[in-house]
């Protein structure tokens, strides 16, 4: 299973990979909002783990922005 965390505090983004790691998930992290949504479009994840306040593209826009795309889909 795959997790994409979204997340631009590098303490607390580590903290929740090592956590969704025990899980069994594999783990990329984006530490910005662009990012992280370019991530997201660019692969297929079980899970986005995602920061509301992110620099760049703010969390719920990234939220926003991948329902849109899946609605489209």
């Known amino acids: 299973m795959k ?5 631009d505090n590098a ?3 580590e ?3 090592k956590g969704m790691a025990r899980l069994g998930f594999e783990c990329r992290i984006a530490a910005d ?5 370019d991530a ?9 783990l995602v920061d509301i306040r ?3 593209i ?5 939220i926003a922005a991948a329902r849109e ?3 489209d889909a």
């Not at 909002?33 to 949504?37: A, D, R």
């Open 33 to 37: 909002g662009q990012t992280g949504l």
């Open 58 to 62: 703010g969390g719920l826009d990234v």
């Open 3 to 7: 997790a994409l965390i979204i997340e």
């Open 15 to 17: 903290f929740t990979r």
């Open 40 to 48: 997201l479009f660019a692969d297929d994840y079980d899970i986005a």
């Open 54 to 56: 992110l620099p760049v």
């Open 69 to 71: 795309r899946a609605a």
């Open 11 to 13: 303490a607390q983004a």
